[in-house]
C-alpha cells in the first residue's frame, strides 16, 4: 500500500445525530475497526487542533467499538451538537486528531478550558467492558428497529441536506431507506467541508432501473432554479476528465432526467446499487455538470492539508 493510500485508509468521519447525543457513545466506523481496531487499546486519545487532548474509554463488543467512557465530556466540552460533522485521522497508538464541523459545515472555534478536565485518565476494567457491552447489547436489540422507522427522522435528514446547499428529489421517502439518507447526509457534510463555497449541486443515490433513462433525476426545485427549460441536452464530466453529451428530457410537472447516453457514463464510473452521486453545477449557460462519485466504500481523501500539526507527545 502507498504511503498515500495508508494515511487516506486511516480517516474517518461521522455525522452527529441525536440518537449518538442521547447515548452518550460514538461507535467507531466497522471499516475502520476492520483495519486498525486490534490495535486500539481500551483508552484513546483525542486531540483538537487547539493542542489539547481528552483520553476516552473504548467499549469493545465483539467487533463493534464505541467512544464511550469519557466520550460525554468531550462532546460538552466541544458543544458538540446534532447534526455537527466530526473527522477522525488516527494516528497509530489510539491518538486521533478531530476537527469538528458546526450546522454551517465551517470549523468551529474551539472553545478553551483553563481547567485539566481534558487530561482526565479513564480507566476502564474488562469486567466493565463487559458489563457495558452486555447492557450496549440489550439496548440496541430494543432500539434497532425503531430509529429506522422514527417519524421524524427521513424529514430532518432532508433538511440537513438542504442546509448544506444540496438538492435531492421530493419522492426521497419513496426511493430511499432513512440508513441510505443518513449515508447521503454524511457525504454531503464531507464534500462541503471540502468545497465550503461549491456550486449549485443535486445529489441522488444510485439504483438500477430497467430504464436507464430514469436513474437520475434533477429535482425540480433545482431545474427551475439553474437550467433554462429550453435546454434540451447537458455535458457531464466525469472524475477522470471524460465528458459526455447526454439528453435530457423534462417532466411535465417539472425537473428532468439524464437521458441518451447516461447508461455508459454509470458503466464508466462503475457504480453499483447505493453509490452516492453529487452533480455539481459548473456552467451555467450550456449547462456542464461535474459528476463526484461517493461509492459505498470510498474513503474521504481531501484533508491533508488539515493535519499537518505536529505530533502529540
Not at 439496548?139 to 446547499?165: F, Q
Not at 439518507?181 to 443515490?205: D, G, H, Q, S, W
Request: charged residues 25%; neutral net charge; proline residues 4%.
Amino acid at each position: 500500500m502507498s504511503s498515500s493510500a495508508a494515511e487516506t485508509s486511516s480517516m474517518f468521519y461521522s455525522i452527529i445525530l441525536p440518537s449518538t447525543i442521547h447515548n452518550k457513545m460514538l461507535r467507531i466506523p466497522p471499516k475502520f475497526v476492520g483495519q486498525f481496531g486490534d490495535e486500539l487499546s481500551s483508552v484513546a486519545k483525542l486531540a483538537v487542533p487547539d493542542g489539547r487532548v481528552w483520553q476516552v474509554g473504548l467499549t469493545k463488543f465483539g467487533r463493534k467499538i464505541w467512544f464511550h467512557q469519557g466520550w460525554q465530556n468531550f462532546v460538552e466540552s466541544q458543544s458538540i451538537s446534532a447534526g455537527y460533522f466530526l473527522l477522525f485521522k488516527y494516528e497509530k497508538n489510539s491518538i486521533f486528531r478531530v476537527l469538528i464541523f458546526d450546522m454551517t459545515a465551517c470549523e468551529i472555534d474551539y472553545p478553551y478550558e483553563d481547567d485539566m478536565a481534558c487530561e482526565m485518565c479513564v480507566e476502564i476494567s474488562e469486567e466493565q467492558f463487559k458489563h457495558e457491552a452486555e447492557l450496549l447489547s440489550r439496548k440496541r436489540k430494543m432500539e434497532d428497529g425503531l430509529e429506522r422507522d422514527e417519524p421524524n427522522a427521513e424529514p430532518d435528514l432532508l433538511v440537513s441536506l438542504r442546509k448544506s446547499g444540496i438538492y435531492i428529489t421530493e419522492k426521497y421517502k419513496e426511493l430511499y431507506s432513512t440508513e441510505e439518507l443518513e449515508r447521503a447526509v454524511y457525504t454531503a457534510r464531507a464534500f462541503k467541508a471540502t468545497n465550503p463555497k461549491p456550486n449549485p449541486l443535486f445529489m441522488i443515490i444510485w439504483k438500477a432501473n430497467d430504464k436507464p433513462c430514469r436513474e437520475v433525476y434533477a429535482p425540480a426545485r433545482f431545474a427551475y432554479q439553474y437550467v433554462d427549460e429550453d435546454s434540451k441536452s447537458v455535458e457531464v464530466q466525469a472524475p477522470s476528465g471524460r465528458k459526455w453529451s447526454l439528453g435530457i428530457h423534462w417532466r411535465a410537472t417539472g425537473g428532468f432526467f439524464l437521458a441518451k447516453g447516461w447508461a455508459g457514463v454509470s458503466d464508466y464510473v462503475h457504480l453499483t446499487e447505493g453509490d452516492i452521486c453529487i452533480f455539481e453545477l459548473v456552467r451555467h449557460q450550456d449547462v456542464v455538470f461535474k459528476l463526484h462519485v461517493f461509492h459505498q466504500c470510498s474513503k474521504i481523501t481531501s484533508w491533508r492539508e488539515k493535519f499537518s500539526l505536529a505530533s502529540i507527545v
